[in-house]
């Protein structure tokens, strides 16, 4: 009776969140003004004023320029801009940007968490399958990821150097061409899933939930990576809170649908793991819904298709190299997962949940780099390079700061978490031998993701990439061989933590030489 009392309360909030949300949606898209970026407001302005001075903008031949070459637009003049991130203060710019992509972030990793809590009441078997699918479906954010670091380069800099136009008209064929990939992405993963599962060693029960998984996440893959190249793209325009907040509400839709669709709720047939996956990839579609419907309402998207290709060179200059970035990371846990698969299924089990957990606080880390990204590119299109050199000094304090904190706290607290999760000793061991070695390096980390936004924003998207080759395979993977060899999975997880301090020093004060020599060659005489 008291479980049947538990489950009732449990579906009437979920009702009463869902109609929260529904609510809430609607308020925020009757309120565009919350979402239009300062540079939008300013250009909708100036169109009222002067249709004449608008028309003389589209035909500007900067516009061309920015679609034509990234490191064109990198090295061109400078053109007096007062919208965006090029005023007022740099801290300030920095914590609102951060702070709503950290909301964003979290809640998305308190999905994450609350999905692995649901797979939890399913067994250990299913933990060790999002273990398992881990690998394959960060491979696919490399993509994602990519696209939006390439698209916020060059939009980030237009909007700095005050070609709205042009900026507008990247917006649009960034999202065709992401599309594009998203569907094609999608369909391979569905094809060759089951031979890349298999060479991770996944066996038995635990390959057959794998698959059932990603075979849902694939489909709604096009839809993933909409959401997060539309949050790039935003931030790149100068808006600072609508991505998080869109982001958050994609996030809170998936906790309130995992256990509707896992355990059979309210009428819906009981689908298991693969009701975790349609729980995300119907918060994942709902999420486009809200960011079409932004851009739209902000005049960003339009059907223009000239230029087009032009546009996608201009991207790829920067979103090449980011993917190969993204790429090599997910790379070497692919040669991680299958050293601990050795020892095991629940140390594969325990390295994932533990992995969740310390995402959290990696999301604050990733946020600040996210918004590093956007805040230099508009500051380096207005050559504002003191306010370049501010924004990487207060993020990169605020890395090793915030590492410190999440040391502190996952030591104390991280494998309690672990064990509410799923108390099997094995994963519980597991993820305290995590605890122990990683927390305390993520802060280096978040250094050399900063520096790698920095470069990627500039226009630089090469060193970013020999950062990630040193970070993933060069320098981690031999030391994660010989540390597995010496000390079995302990040793690995030393070797991470090892490599983020050693690589995150390089990235530092590589960037740090890099932003001194080109300031100093586009400076005037």
């Not at 649009?172 to 991770?200: K, M, N, P, R």
Request: glycine share 10%; hydrophobic share 50%.
């Amino acid at each position: 009776m008291a479980a049947q009392m538990c489950d009732l309360r449990l579906r009437y909030t979920a009702c009463q969140a869902l109609e929260i949300v529904t609510s809430f949606v609607l308020g925020f898209l009757r309120n565009p003004g919350i979402t239009r970026c300062p540079q939008l407001r300013q250009r909708t302005r100036s169109e009222q004023r002067s249709s004449t001075l608008n028309q003389a903008e589209s035909n500007s031949s900067a516009a061309g320029e920015v679609a034509g070459a990234s490191q064109d637009l990198a090295d061109s003049p400078p053109v007096s801009s007062n919208v965006g991130f090029t005023e007022g203060s740099v801290g300030r710019h920095l914590a609102r940007l951060g702070s709503f992509m950290a909301m964003g972030t979290l809640t998305m990793n308190v999905a994450q968490i609350a999905e692995a809590v649901y797979l939890g009441i399913l067994g250990t078997e299913a933990l060790a399958a999002m273990g398992f699918a881990f690998p394959l479906t960060i491979t696919l954010f490399a993509f994602a990821g990519g696209i939006g670091s390439g698209s916020s380069s060059v939009i980030a800099r237009a909007m700095g150097s005050g070609d709205s136009k042009a900026a507008s008209r990247l917006v649009s064929h960034s999202q065709f061409l992401t599309v594009i990939l998203g569907v094609v992405l999608g369909a391979l993963g569905i094809a060759y899933a089951t031979e890349i599962i298999t060479s991770l060693g996944a066996k038995g029960r635990v390959l057959e939930l794998t698959i059932e998984y990603l075979q849902v996440y694939m489909l709604g893959f096009p839809f993933f990576m909409l959401s997060i190249v539309g949050s790039t793209l935003l931030r790149a325009t100068g808006s600072a809170a609508s991505p998080g907040i869109i982001m958050a509400v994609g996030s809170v839709l998936q906790i309130i649908l995992g256990p509707i669709l896992i355990f059979g709720w309210m009428g819906i047939p009981e689908m298991g793991i693969a009701g975790a996956a349609w729980a995300y990839v119907v918060s994942r579609g709902f999420s486009v819904v809200l960011y079409a419907g932004l851009l739209v309402k902000t005049r960003l998207m339009t059907w223009e298709f000239k230029g087009i290709i032009k546009s996608w060179t201009s991207i790829m200059h920067v979103g090449g190299p980011a993917i190969a970035s993204g790429l090599v990371m997910p790379a070497s846990m692919l040669i991680i997962t299958r050293l601990l698969a050795n020892h095991g299924h629940e140390v594969v089990a325990g390295y994932n949940v533990a992995s969740r957990v310390e995402t959290m606080a990696h999301m604050i880390l990733w946020s600040c780099s996210s918004s590093v990204e956007p805040l230099v590119g508009q500051n380096w299109g207005a050559r504002l390079f003191d306010r370049v050199r501010r924004a990487l000094f207060l993020a990169h304090t605020f890395c090793l700061g915030w590492g410190a904190i999440t040391f502190v706290i996952m030591i104390l607290f991280g494998s309690y978490l672990v064990s509410l999760i799923d108390p099997n000793p094995i994963v519980v061991d597991t993820a305290t031998a995590f605890f122990l070695y990683i927390p305390l390096s993520i802060g280096f980390m978040g250094m050399m993701q900063v520096a790698n936004a920095s470069f990627n924003a500039r226009g630089l998207p090469m060193p970013a990439l020999v950062i990630s080759l040193l970070r993933s395979l060069i320098v981690y993977v031999p030391l994660a061989l010989l540390g597995d060899h010496l000390w079995g999975y302990t040793g690995i997880f030393a070797a991470t933590a090892l490599t983020n301090v050693a690589i995150g020093i390089v990235a530092w004060k590589w960037n740090q030489v890099s932003v001194d020599t080109q300031a100093a060659r586009l400076s005037p005489a």
